[in-house]
């Protein structure tokens, strides 16, 4: 009998601010929670607010930000808990090794030229960095470093949001079938 993989799949959510990280990660977890799966959801401003307080925005701040989230997506994966990762998480390096934490860990990049993600600035924070009000701001005077190979690649300018979230759940589907949940 083949061995059934012990920890379940991770799927990280990467790119710009306004992209739609979160709002497509929130559609999974509530499809996932409805089919009885158990699936945990980790929001990079939510777990920054509450667990790493202490950081500011620097590129080792950024860095032991995304370490933390891996090791805490690592943890839930080993217990069978799908882990929805949704964090800009800018440079390469820190999301590898963050997904190279995780046994099932898989980079999705969610992504929005910037035009549309400065339309959307769901958070406001485009118009400040424009005002001068906030420096450092990924993607505008700060880099974000796109994958260059994500295993999966959602383009929230052309689809609606139920079809960025069909194309994400057929990734899913196989992943969880290979894990055995």
Not at 122 to 142: H, P, Q, R, S
Request: include cysteine; proline fraction near 6%.
């Amino acid at each position: 009998m083949p061995q059934i993989p012990t920890h379940a799949p991770v799927l990280w959510f990467t790119g710009l601010s306004g992209a739609g990280k979160t709002t497509i990660a929130r559609e999974i977890h509530q499809e996932l929670t409805n089919r009885g799966i158990k699936v945990e959801l980790l929001d990079g401003d939510e777990i920054r607010a509450v667990l790493s307080p202490d950081l500011g925005f620097s590129r080792k701040d950024r860095d032991l930000q995304v370490q933390r989230l891996g090791y805490i997506a690592s943890l839930l994966a080993r217990n069978r808990v799908v882990v929805l990762v949704s964090a800009i998480s800018p440079y390469e390096s820190s999301r590898n090794q963050a997904l190279s934490m995780c046994e099932r860990g898989r980079e999705i990049h969610v992504h929005a030229p910037f035009e549309t993600v400065l339309q959307r600035d769901t958070k406001g924070l485009y118009k400040k960095a424009l005002a001068g009000e906030i420096k450092g701001l990924t993607g505008y005077d700060d880099p974000y470093e796109a994958p260059t190979q994500p295993d999966l690649f959602v383009p929230t300018a052309e689809l609606e949001l139920d079809q960025a979230k069909e194309l994400v759940m057929r990734f899913l589907e196989k992943e969880l079938a290979d894990a055995g949940i």
